[in-house]
């Protein structure tokens, strides 16, 4: 059974940047797992930020980025703002199937 | 836009079948391209993706759900559905549809969510 880890949770100052990393069980990340971020709210649905390692929706703000660092797909957040406290989980590709990330709960303080 | 719609029974009883259907509207199902996927959220737990399906009918299914889960499509109406079997109260969550986009080789990106629906799974 493949597992994808991240963070718990993070905590992070206004303004501040923070990152948030995916891994695989199955080893080095590459851009061919084709790594998805989102964002959940409490009671919300989730809203897709990036796909395919780096590329932004119409909608995602300009201070997320994504990438890939040590062998893990990466989600950057600079000057983080206070709504950005939320879940964020990654989802990774494997020739078909994909598996989402256990999450990580980001915290603005 | 495009946007999607869960629909079906937020109560099921254990060992029946839960089914939901997604409608899309804002685009056709038959874009090419285009898969179909159901994803689930236990209360307060993480994302489970359950599978998805491409409008040809070509199907991909979570290892760990696969011998209970059909996902099937209906372009005339712009649908997608979901059948689980023999359902728990483990099953208890609230199942999503969304879009995701896939060539393999290239990219996968998902965009659209729909805004998810409660099933609860009890006698």
């Known amino acids: 059974q493949t597992v994808v880890t991240q963070e718990p949770s993070l905590t992070v100052s206004p303004g501040g940047t923070v990152t948030l990393t995916c891994a695989s069980s199955t080893g080095a990340v590459t851009s061919g797992y084709y790594p998805n971020w989102f964002q959940q709210k409490p009671g919300q649905a989730p809203r897709a930020l990036i796909y395919?390692?780096?590329n932004k929706h119409s909608w995602t703000p300009a201070r997320f980025s994504g990438s890939l660092l040590g062998g893990k797909a990466a989600l950057t957040l600079s000057g983080v703002q206070p709504e950005d406290e939320a879940e964020y989980y990654c989802l990774l590709y494997y020739g078909g199937s994909v598996v989402f990330g256990g999450g990580t709960k980001l915290t603005v303080l | 836009q495009v946007q999607l719609q869960e629909s079906g029974p937020g109560l099921v009883k254990p060992s029946q079948t839960l089914s939901l259907t997604c409608t899309v509207s804002g685009g056709s199902i038959s874009s090419g391209g285009y898969y179909w996927s159901w994803i689930r959220q236990h209360p307060g737990k993480g994302l489970e993706w359950i599978g998805y399906?491409?409008?040809?009918?070509?199907?991909y299914y979570n290892p760990s759900l696969k011998s209970r889960v059909t996902i099937s499509v209906d372009t005339s109406k712009n649908q997608f559905s979901l059948k689980l079997s023999s359902v728990t109260a483990a099953d208890t969550a609230v199942y999503y549809c969304a879009r995701a986009w896939l060539h393999p080789g290239l990219s996968l990106k998902f965009d659209y969510w729909g805004q998810g629906t409660l099933v609860t799974v009890s006698s």
């Open positions: 395919s390692t780096s």
């Open positions: 399906i491409y409008y040809s009918g070509s199907t």
